[in-house]
Every structure is written in structure tokens, then in C-alpha cells.
């Protein structure tokens, strides 16, 4: 028996054995109100999605491909993809969903000093640390770099002033990774990155409430913050590079599935039970065949995204190529929302009461939110630019 398939069956074994049965399979519309973020204010409404996470932090898996030195896991490309395979297998719930996993430790993997690494990544690991992300700000959203958030030099530590906008969680959120200028006479050379704790006097984060009825995003102050030097991750007014890595790596997860709006039901299911014949076909012809489109385009784009991963571990990092399948994600996740709802009919247009099941008001909700894809992680127009200039290979026309 080779290597891998020895790990294939220690893996096994030990999913078995640690997995809790209530930690597997998908939970319908209800899954995201269940799902572990960690951090102080994580609360836990199945018991077992802590043991869960506590155990898989402590094998590293939940970050299976980083240095075991930094608490993760210290496989191997092939192991991380036959770990990846066997949690398929048992459908197991994600562990752990972070944007310090996602995004904020591949970027100080790379950037960060020993110190920081040794500090801030086991962090993540386990969950101990809820990350949220300072970027957007009322007058920088696509043009980031016009960010006005100002960090000046006190001696002994940084003091910001300033507001972001749109910034997920930063109300659930324990630390934050932050951009801010160091510099006024320059742009992109006048960026710092530096992270601190969200509970710092003089943070405030207010909850904005979307046309869905929710509220993941906040606008967040920052009045006379003070920030120890040693948390500004790696040279000062060098910020811009890092930022630019840590979008990449931003777009490559949510053209993963790290969008919200969907509810991990299946498009087909839904719509053989509310427009299905005796036989389980859907009636609606038409309906029918743009379901059967869709379902090709999104065979196509996992094949595709697979493809992608696979070059940028291949060149340690995501490419500029992320930028498409961002936004070809974006409108694949807003189509099959709307197609969800056309599905369910008069029963797909439900916000509250009892003439509506759960999953027909999720559905309504889940298209809502699915119109801000376009907009989080660089508007589709944004990234459309980067394709130009920076996979096709474009100039820009005067």
C-alpha cells in the first residue's frame, strides 16, 4: 500500500471515529445560522459543532496545507485533496468558515514577520480569533486606493482616524485587518496594513441592514485608535502589494462557494417538487431547459475553478485569473437564486408568516442578498478591468 493510500485510510479512520453524526450532512436553509465563524462571541447551538471544531483545529486540518509550526496541518497538496475528499465522502460540515482561514493567513504566510506568524496563525486555526476586513471606505470602494482612513506615527504606537463601509461581521468580528495611509502625498505607495483588536477604544461597528432582512455588513469608526507598532504587517507604506494579494485570494474563495444567498438545496429538487409530473420531470418546458443550461454552465465552471486552484498552488498563489471566475460566480449564484424562486412560484415570493415554509422564505431572502455578488469581493465592473489589463493583456483606450 502506498503513502497516500495509507493517509487515505488513517483519514478515514479517523473521521469515523471524531466526526459527530450531527456534523454531517447539509442542513438546508438553516446551515448558515449553524455555521462556526469562532471567536469570542461564537455561540454554539449544537454542542457538537465545538468538539467538531476543537478537534479539527487540533489536527491543524482545518488549514490542512500550512506549516505544522504555525498550527496547521503540514500535508501535502495530494493529502490536503484526499482529506478534502474523504470529508466529502462523509459530508461533513465545514469545521470552521473564516476570513483569517480564507484570507488573512495565506497573506501573512507570506508577509508576515515570525513573530506575527507564530502569534496570530494557530489563532486562526482553532477559531479562537474572528477576523473581519477594513478596506472599503464611502469615498474608496472600487478606487481602494483613494482610502483616506489616516494612521500617524506617535512614537510608541499608531493612532487611526477614520471610517470603513460594507465591512462584514465587524459587529461579530474580535480583530480586524485593516488598511489605512501612512503617507497623504502619495496613493498606492502611501498604504500600510496593520491589524487590531475590534474592542480598542474608539471602534464602533453599526450593523447596515440589507433589502434581505439581514445585516452581515457594518460601517465601522475609528476614533483616536491607538495600535501597537508591531502589528502592522510588513513594510510601512507597503501595504498596497499585500492588499492586492489578499483580494486575490478573497476572489478565489468566494468563486469557491463563499457566497451568500444560496441555501445548499438543489435547483433540480426544488423544481420537480413544485412544477414536477408524476414521473419527476419538470412540466415547464422552458423553465426546464434554462435549469438544464444552468446546471451545464455551473458543471463547467467547477471544472474550471478546479483548474485554476490547481495553477495557482502549482505557482504558490492566486492569479490574476481569479478575477474571471469571480465574476462569472457572481452571476452564476444570481441566476440559480432567481431560477429558485421562479421555481417555487407564488410560494418563492414569501417574507414572513405561516402561508410560507422556511425554505420559500429563504429562497426569497437568498435572491435579495444574492445582488450584492456583484458588488462584494470587486464589483463585476472592477474585475472585468483586471481580465483586460492583466489576463488578456489590454491597454487602456483614451
Sequence with gaps: MSDLENFRAETRKWLEE???????????????????????????????????????????????TWPKEYGGGGLSKDEAKVLGQELGRIKARPALLSFGLWMLGPVLLEYANEEQKKKFLP??????????????????????????????????HFLING????????????????????????KHEGISFVLFDMTTPGVEARPIKLISGQSPFCETFFTDVKVPKNQMVGKLNGGWEIAKRLLQYE??????????????????????????????AIADADLRARITAHRMDARAFALTVRRIEEESKAAKGPSPAVSII???????????????????????????????????????????????????????????NVVSKRVLGLLDHQ
Excluded at 454531517?24 to 465563524?37: I, K, N, S
Excluded at 444560496?262 to 414536477?276: F, I, M, P, R
Design 18 to 64: 471524531n466526526c459527530p453524526p450531527s456534523m454531517r450532512g447539509t442542513g438546508g436553509g438553516a446551515f448558515e445560522d449553524d455555521a462556526v465563524w469562532g471567536g469570542r462571541k461564537q455561540t454554539y447551538k449544537n454542542p457538537d459543532a465545538k468538539l467538531w471544531l476543537d478537534r479539527m483545529g487540533a489536527k491543524g486540518w482545518t488549514a490542512p
Design 123 to 156: 489563532q486562526i486555526v482553532r477559531g479562537e480569533i474572528r477576523w473581519c476586513q477594513g478596506y472599503s471606505e464611502p469615498g474608496a470602494g472600487s478606487d481602494l486606493a483613494s482610502l483616506r482612513t489616516k494612521c500617524e506615527d506617535k512614537g510608541d
Design 163 to 186: 471610517q470603513k463601509i460594507w465591512t462584514s461581521y465587524a459587529d461579530q468580528a474580535d480583530w480586524i485587518f485593516c488598511l489605512v495611509r501612512t503617507d497623504t502625498t502619495k
Design 251 to 280: 476572489r478565489q474563495n468566494i468563486s469557491s462557494g463563499g457566497f451568500g444567498g444560496g441555501s445548499g438545496v438543489e435547483l433540480e429538487d426544488v423544481a420537480k417538487h413544485y412544477v414536477g409530473t408524476e414521473d419527476g
Design 326 to 384: 469571480k465574476y462569472a460566480a457572481a452571476k452564476l449564484n444570481q441566476d440559480r437564486c432567481e431560477l429558485m424562486v421562479e421555481a417555487m412560484g407564488s410560494q418563492g415570493l414569501g417574507w414572513e408568516g405561516e402561508s410560507y415554509k422556511p425554505e420559500e422564505i429563504a429562497a426569497m431572502r437568498g435572491m435579495l442578498r444574492s445582488k450584492g455578488n456583484s458588488i462584494e469581493g470587486g464589483t463585476s465592473e472592477v474585475n472585468l
